[in-house]
Nanobody, 121 residues
């Protein structure tokens, strides 16, 4: 099995910054992509940012220029989300997601339990 554990959430004032971390562990052959999604109360889960094993990144329009996704280059088992210029509308539970190959032929999609980010106005 594969586990994703997020950390770094919290309460911050509008305009502030937070850095989220996600570490993957378990039986990992290769991680093809990792990313962050968020879900605000009463809303559907939405993509925030993703990064592939090749380093390609993708961002939601609402966070472009404010958030930066990065990964550790050594083992590619951790992903980070630097969030700057936070807005109250960024308040949500942030989930880590990963496409993981657990063997040469088996691939699965995994989720962390989430970390709360609250931005006060």
């Amino acid at each position: 099995q594969v586990q994703l554990v997020e950390s770094g959430g919290g309460l911050v004032q509008a305009g502030g910054s937070l850095r989220l971390s996600c570490a993957a562990s378990g039986f990992i052959f290769r991680i093809n992509a990792m990313g962050w999604y968020r879900q605000a109360p009463g809303k559907e889960r939405e993509l925030v940012a993703t990064v592939t094993s090749g380093g390609s990144t993708n961002y939601a329009d609402s966070v472009k220029g404010r958030f930066t996704i990065s990964r550790d280059n050594a083992k590619y088992t951790s992903v980070y989300l630097q969030m700057n210029s936070l807005k109250p509308e960024d308040t949500a539970v942030y989930y880590c997601n990963a496409d993981v190959m657990t063997s040469y032929r088996a691939e699965g999609n995994y989720w962390g339990r989430g970390t709360q980010v609250t931005v006060s106005s």
